[in-house]
């Protein structure tokens, strides 16, 4: 079997069930209450409390619902030494690009999403990444930039799960390692964190409108090309 073979049936639809993931998440979302309802109160356990909630924080942060992340991170390490404070924040970040992961493979069981599967441009996305696969998802989850395309295509281009999440994990953990750290030195104020998540709101509000008014743009190119 080569190699293109192995990642095909690794999407085969009967192994991958959104309702398997939900039911895992939701397992996964009772034991964080379960411990939170333990060490809320308990002055020994208050950077157990601070963990859990950075945890389902950063588990909900995926593409469809684009929370910024680099706020409570400085926020996290200002409580919590740095390394816990980096491997909670990649656990999460793994969690909710699984998200992602089940999302964008139904999406592209739609037969009209299915069509950019056989554009050129696509096929010629694919090619590129399939050149190295683990390293362009590692690098990009590592860069402080918008990874949703790469994190589209690895998805489309049938890679596996748990490269996809080893690929994350490898390239999450020295960027949070480094934004934790950074934190933990300057311990920041909740004013200084406040404005730097309203920093990055603004940044992503910009971007996404600026993404928005390129697409309002080619289609009223497309509507006076046809007219």
Known sequence: MNQREELTLSMDPRSISWKKWVAAFSVFLACCAVLLAVSRGTPRLVQVEVLILYLLYMSVAFTFLPLPTAWIVLWAAREVEPFSV???????TV????????????????????????????????QWFERAPFATLSIASFLP???????????????????????????????????????????????????????????????????????????????????
């Open 95 to 126: 969690i909710a690009n699984l998200h992602d992961y089940y999302i964008i493979h139904y999406l592209f069981r739609v037969e009209r999403i299915k069509k950019a599967k056989r554009t050129r441009f696509y096929q010629k996305a694919v």
């Open 86 to 92: 980096a491997i909670i924040g990649t656990v999460g």
């Open 145 to 227: 930039v918008p990874i949703d395309a790469v994190r589209i295509l690895a998805v489309s281009a049938d890679y596996p799960r748990r490269w996809y999440a080893l690929a994350t994990f490898t390239g999450r953990l020295p960027r949070y390692l480094l934004l934790s750290y950074l934190g933990y030195e300057l311990q920041l104020s909740n004013k200084a964190i406040f404005v730097v998540f309203l920093v990055t709101v603004a940044v992503g509000a910009i971007k996404g409108v600026s993404k928005l008014r390129d697409k309002y743009r080619e289609s009223n190119g497309e509507n006076s090309a046809a007219d």
